[in-house]
Every structure is written in C-alpha cells, then in structure tokens.
C-alpha cells in the first residue's frame, strides 16, 4: 500500500488541520511509511532552521550524546576552554557514532538529523556517507535502523533553537498517538461491522448485553483518544515551525499520555469482541492492533512525569489556568 492510496474522506476527523489529516489516514490505513515524521517533525524542524524542506518522506533521528560525539572539524588550537574541538574556526562539525531505533531510515527519502553541536543544537540532512543497518522491527513489523557515522563532516549543519529541540520528542511521540488514533477509528469499525454480521444463538453479537457494552467502552475509547489528539494538533498548528507554548505542551503532553494508555484497551476490546478470528491472519484486526502495541512502545515513558512536574512547576495557583489555557477551544 503506498502514500497515493490516501484520501481525506477515510477518516472521519472536525479538525481543518491538513496535516494530522494525512497521519490519521496513514494510522488508519496501516501504511508503512515515515508519513507522521515528515510532516509533523521533519518539516517544521527544518523550516524553523531555514533549512530546505526535502521533498517526499523524512525520517528523524534524535542523537544522544552518550552515544554520538559532535566536535568541530577544524578546530581552534588556541582555545583554553574545554577539550580539542570544543571551539572551532567555521561551522563545519565532524560527526561519530551511532543513533539507535530510527523508523524507516532505510526507506525514507532523507533522514533528519538532530545533534548537539559544541555551540549549540543543529540539524542536518544525513548524507550518502552515514551508513544505515536495519538492526531490529516494531511489533508491527516497521523497520527500525541504526545510523552509522565514521567521522562524517558536515560542512554547514542548521543551527535550532534550544527550544525548538527541546520540543522534538514530544512532537515524535505526538506522532504516534496520532497514528493511535486513526488505527484505532479502524478497530471500531471493523468490530462494529463483525458484531452486527457474525451470528451466535440465532442472534447477531451486538444484539448481546455483555458486547453491547463492551462495544461502548471501545467507542469511548476511540473518541477520547481522537479528541485529545485533535486539541493537541490545534496548538501544534499556533506553533507553527516555532516552539510550543506553555499550555500547548500541556496539551500535546495530555494527548500522548492518554493515547498510550487507550491503545492497550481498544487493542483489548477489539479483540475481545471479535473471539479468537481476530488473532488469525486471516483477519485484518491484527494489521491495527499491533500498530496500537507498536506505536504505544514508541512513545516510551516518563510522560505522566513530565505532564506532573509542569503541574507542580506553575503550583496550585496557576494549575487552573494551565488547563483551561491548554483545552481553549476544545468545542469548536
């Protein structure tokens, strides 16, 4: 299945943002490509830079310090601070190390990389010389690759804003609670459509109090999860290529949480309500529900501390006007 077979009208979305249109759509149609990091991440990290947009998909990579050493190529011998390569003479910098679990770098059409200069957080397109193995899969069977840098220079890496970095992961994980939702629309009308066709007892299922209500439970998942994804993307849209505000990370941060955990009920339910079918591959569900699982594993951890500690940061006073600022405009 490739990009082309998108079309708006698959997934039924109140919000006028084109963007989360095309992710709800990918997350909806099982598609494996890097759509959600494109333009969700890729795009507007290199705008913020003025660095050129790479046409087609991008993937990104997030390096890690521990594991990845950035030093100027052409260093000042003369400077007394810090170690050999911690000042420089031009901007080019030398990159070595690895970047573990990227998705898709080895299909993308660029990778995005996000690095930690001596002055400062950059991003460059990785060129030919990174070398890319395809080093594991996601439950859903995505690739994830290791990036490869044998002291690759790069002669003018894009220079970012600390902020706009800082907010390049949650956008990541935005990324997959998106895609949570638009898999999750497709469990519950795929279970709608088995439970009103498959018969059991001269009945079909949805005519059953036990599934009607588990069927219920399942809606209600899906809508919140679509719903705070859909808040979520109203502040991304205020962003733009900027950072975000104190109440949109409140926002986005809400919405990754939740859509972790409603990915492990709605794959449940799901199940639950389709019986033992739903766990053959002759059957579609588990194209989506291991995209749930997968996608929920993306998004990791430490995100209930972070939404806790913002509470905490702006005390008991300001804990009011952070949520209602970061749920402004929720009923439009």
């Not at 759509?35 to 050129?52: C, F, Q, T, W, Y």
Request: proline share 3%.
């Amino acid at each position: 299945m490739t990009a082309t077979t998108i079309t708006r009208d698959r997934v039924r979305t109140d919000t006028a943002t084109r963007d989360v249109d095309v992710v709800l759509a990918a997350g909806y149609s099982a598609i494996k490509a890097p759509i959600g990091e494109s333009v969700l991440v890729a795009g507007p990290l290199l705008r913020s830079a003025d660095h050129a947009v790479v046409e087609g998909n991008s993937t990104v990579a997030v390096a890690d310090s521990t594991s990845l050493v950035v030093r100027y190529t052409h260093a000042n011998a003369e400077s007394t601070v810090g170690p050999l390569g911690a000042d420089g003479i031009g901007s080019a910098i030398t990159v070595t190390g690895t970047v573990a679990r990227v998705p898709f770098a080895g299909t993308a059409d660029a990778v995005v990389v996000l690095v930690d200069t001596p002055s400062g957080p950059a991003v460059f397109v990785a060129p030919d010389e990174v070398r890319i193995l395809d080093t594991d899969i996601d439950l859903a069977g995505n690739p994830l690759s290791t990036l490869v840098f044998d002291g690759v220079e790069i002669a003018s890496p894009a220079p970012v804003s600390r902020e706009v970095a800082a907010d390049v992961q949650l956008r990541l994980a935005l990324v997959h609670a998106v895609l949570i939702a638009g898999a999750a629309q497709r469990c519950a009308e795929m279970t709608v459509a088995h439970t009103s066709t498959r018969k059991q007892f001269g009945r079909t299922l949805d005519h059953f109090q036990a599934v009607k209500q588990n069927e219920a439970l399942l809606l209600e998942e899906v809508a919140l999860v679509r719903g705070v994804v859909q808040l979520a993307m109203r502040h991304l849209d205020a962003a733009g290529s900027g950072p975000l505000s104190v109440a949109g990370r409140t926002a986005v941060n809400s919405a990754v949480v939740q859509a972790a955990v409603s990915a492990g009920e709605i794959a449940r339910l799901s199940h639950q309500l389709h019986g033992a079918i739903g766990f053959t591959e002759l059957s579609d569900l588990h194209l989506y529900t291991t995209r749930l699982w997968a996608s929920r594993d993306a998004i990791g951890g430490g995100w209930n501390s972070r939404l806790g500690t913002s509470a905490i940061t702006v005390g008991a006073d300001g804990v009011w006007n952070l949520v209602t600022a970061s749920t402004e405009g929720l009923n439009r």
